[in-house]
């Protein structure tokens, strides 16, 4: 598999470039997590990275590639939107009268 040199901005990892697995589309993914074991009486902590557009050229306005932002908050958990879901989230099931 292919690899890119992907420089990390924020967090622990600041200013540091690691090599970073491409996917098949042949960006890295969008999301990285760096976890990092006990140690001295600390819990086992995972440290959040976002995939973030690392600029664009002057005259054509491409994407020169990516850069990773730490994201102190952790990741974002998203749940699936289904095109037959209902805005709410609410099921049928959840009516207690039927």
């Given at each position: 598999?292919?690899?890119?040199?992907?420089?990390?901005?924020?967090?622990?990892?600041?200013?540091?470039?690691?090599?970073?697995?491409?996917?098949?589309?042949?960006?890295?993914?969008?999301?990285y997590e760096?976890?990092?074991?006990?140690?001295?009486?600390?819990?086992?902590?995972?440290?959040?990275?976002?995939?973030?557009?690392?600029?664009?050229?002057?005259?054509?306005?491409?994407?020169?590639?990516?850069?990773?932002?730490?994201?102190?908050?952790?990741?974002?958990?998203?749940?699936?939107?289904?095109?037959?879901?209902?805005?709410?989230?609410e099921h049928?099931?959840?009516?207690?009268?039927?």
């Amino acid at each position: 598999m292919r690899s890119e040199n992907t420089p990390f901005r924020g967090g622990p990892l600041d200013g540091r470039v690691l090599p970073i697995l491409l996917g098949p589309t042949g960006h890295p993914p969008k999301w990285y997590e760096v976890p990092v074991p006990a140690h001295a009486g600390n819990p086992p902590t995972v440290y959040a990275y976002r995939r973030e557009p690392a600029g664009h050229t002057k005259r054509l306005g491409l994407q020169r590639g990516w850069v990773y932002a730490y994201a102190p908050g952790g990741r974002e958990r998203r749940e699936l939107r289904w095109p037959w879901s209902k805005p709410g989230g609410e099921h049928r099931d959840s009516d207690p009268t039927g």
